[in-house]
């Protein structure tokens, strides 16, 4: 199987980023026959990362460690200049906050009860659009993540969606196929089948990617992913090395 792109080596604790605290992931990697990792930490993790750490891995371990990391995209914030001058193999860019509230975090439910829920998701849908947008990042993460609680917008999600869907067509990024959903109140992998089934009419690419943040959580639900893209018609999945789309079959 291709590789696992979404993997928080420094999980929520933040650094020292160090050899011996990333092995057990990719020990995780290759117990469940993926054929690289990818390691995509938190943005605000970014300056403790040591990028002599990924070739440390693959001389000791002998399999690909691509560089990656997890952008919390706001449009306030120039993150084309933050990101500069390292050597990343991918970048995803994921929306988790509407202004100051980070809709995901656990605590912040109630944020919910402040919206129309048609409104919430058109804003949180333009925002994806404008990270999309921007060009900089190959992979959009887990791209219906509003939904992560269990609201449903009255108003059919696609027609929603659809700015975003059209943004990372026009971009050339892959699309995430992220597991962790199954594991939130909603019980539902991101995106929902139907957003997939669009991205696969715009011949959007897809990974899959288990957001884990435990090295027991690597490649998780991984074949009900991969059963999934199939029946909606996916035969292959995008790789990444030094910011360049490759494919592998699915």
Request: net charge negative; hydrophobic share 40%; aromatic share 10%.
């Amino acid at each position: 199987m291709p590789a696992d792109y979404h993997i928080h080596g420094l999980a929520h604790v933040g650094p020292p980023h160090t050899v011996e605290r990333l092995l057990p992931y990719v020990e995780a990697a290759k117990a469940a026959g993926l054929t690289e990792i990818g390691f995509a930490d938190h943005d605000r993790y970014l300056e403790g990362l040591d990028f002599n750490v990924f070739s440390e891995l693959e001389r000791v371990t002998g399999m690909p460690v691509r560089a990656g990391l997890e952008i919390d995209f706001r449009p306030e914030k120039d993150h084309r200049r933050e990101l500069a001058g390292r050597p990343w193999d991918y970048l995803i860019g994921s929306v988790h906050a509407i202004g100051n509230w980070d809709f995901d975090r656990p605590g912040q439910e109630d944020g919910f009860n402040a919206w129309d829920i048609d409104e919430l998701y058109t804003v949180y849908f333009n925002l994806v659009a404008q990270a999309a947008s921007t060009g900089l990042f190959q992979i959009i993460g887990h791209l219906d993540l509003i939904k992560i609680y269990g609201h449903r917008p009255r108003k059919s999600v696609l027609t929603l969606a659809e700015p975003a869907l059209k943004a990372v067509a026009a971009s050339g990024a892959a699309l995430e196929v992220n597991t962790a959903g199954l594991f939130k109140p909603v019980g539902e992998i991101y995106p929902a089948a139907e957003i997939l089934e669009r991205a696969f009419s715009l011949n959007i690419p897809v990974t899959i990617g288990s957001d884990a943040h435990a090295p027991g959580e690597v490649a998780r639900e991984r074949e009900r992913a991969r059963q999934l893209l199939r029946r909606i018609g996916y035969t292959s999945l995008a790789t990444f090395a030094r910011g360049v789309m490759a494919t592998e079959s699915l």
